[in-house]
């Protein structure tokens, strides 16, 4: 049996969304919301549709949602053969050229594999070519472009107990990549982003270094989209059975570049290349 666990303070625009795919990939009763001190009633529709649990907020703090999270995705474990663990923003795809879904994916894995951890991709809107996100429709249906980034590179479908590191990007389980996508839909659209920025920069922070990018001014929010505009085209990131040769040269700077910390977690360097890929026709309908 497979689980999907995400964490979430007042997100109205992405719950539903969430529910939406990670019901129809592992099933609504399997499928937790951890309630982060939500205010805005946005979590009320879907409170007998899935498991919400409820935790109270000071502020946002990093070193606490991680460790709670770690511990409570690996008691899951329990009663799950495998189970997800993405921000509510995050939509982690199995290569449909080769699996009808993550469950299919789970059903094939690996013997005594720990965890997968995804190719990190953020669905990048370029707004000279592309019009303001519709959230009723499929969102890859509207959006061509991805950006590898090394931070999106998450150990996000565990088989065995697991401790990450803040941010989820670093974990005590060894980095294994597989046929996962991870779409992050951060900077997926410029004027959704200014939107949730202004909910993000009057959020209350434990820690004023914690969540820097989510608290930038307006204008550096839209100079990084201009930015994205100019950035090399690559070509499809999967096609023909095979992937992009540029993104196979990224994961393997990536696994080179890895390090363990002094708390024995992985320490994936950082990558982020100003190179775009397009999004295959087989991913367009699945987020």
Same mark, same amino acid.
């Given at each position: 049996?497979?689980?999907?666990? !995400?964490?979430?303070?007042? &997100? ?9 795919? *990670? ?12 309630? @982060?001190?939500? @205010? ?25 949602? !991680? ?12 009663? /799950? ?17 080769? *699996? ?11 013997? @005594? ?27 890859? =249906? ?7 980034? #090394? ?13 990450? =590191?803040?941010? /989820?990007?670093? #974990?005590?389980?060894? !980095? ?27 959020? +209350? ?25 100019? /950035? ?9 059975? =095979? ?12 696994? &080179? ?23 295959? &026709? =087989?991913? +367009? +309908?699945?987020?």
């Amino acid at each position: 049996m497979l689980a999907a666990v !995400t964490m979430v303070y007042n &997100e109205p625009e992405f719950i539903p969304l969430w529910i939406k795919y *990670y019901g129809e990939q592992v099933g609504k009763e399997n499928c937790y919301i951890v309630d @982060n001190g939500s @205010n805005d009633g946005s979590l009320d529709p879907y409170r007998h549709e899935v498991n919400v649990i409820r935790v109270p907020r000071e502020y946002k703090d990093n070193q606490q949602r !991680t460790k709670f999270l770690s511990e409570f995705c690996s008691s899951l474990l329990n009663y /799950f053969s495998h189970v997800i663990h993405v921000d509510v923003d995050e939509f982690i795809v199995a290569n449909p050229a080769r *699996y009808q879904g993550l469950k299919d994916y789970t059903a094939n894995w690996v013997k @005594n594999r720990k965890s997968v951890t995804a190719i990190g991709l953020n669905v990048t809107q370029l707004p000279s070519e592309e019009d303001t996100i519709d959230f009723s429709r499929p969102v890859l =249906s509207q959006r061509s472009y991805v950006r590898f980034v #090394s931070p999106m590179c998450k150990p996000c479908i565990i088989a065995k107990p697991i401790t990450w =590191s803040p941010g /989820f990007h670093g #974990s005590t389980h060894e !980095t294994v990549f597989d046929d996962i996508y991870m779409f992050h839909m951060r900077y997926f659209d410029l004027q959704y982003g200014l939107t949730r920025l202004e909910r993000t920069r009057n959020m +209350k922070w434990k820690s004023e270094k914690d969540g820097q990018h989510q608290r930038v001014e307006d204008e550096t929010w839209k100079k990084w989209f201009v930015s994205f505009e100019k /950035f090399l085209k690559k070509g499809l990131f999967y096609s023909d059975g =095979s992937m992009n040769e540029t993104l196979v040269t990224y994961l393997d700077q990536l696994r &080179e570049g890895s390090s363990i910390d002094s708390t024995g977690k992985t320490k994936p360097p950082m990558l982020t290349p100003n190179t775009l890929f397009e999004v295959p &026709e =087989s991913f +367009k +309908k699945l987020v």
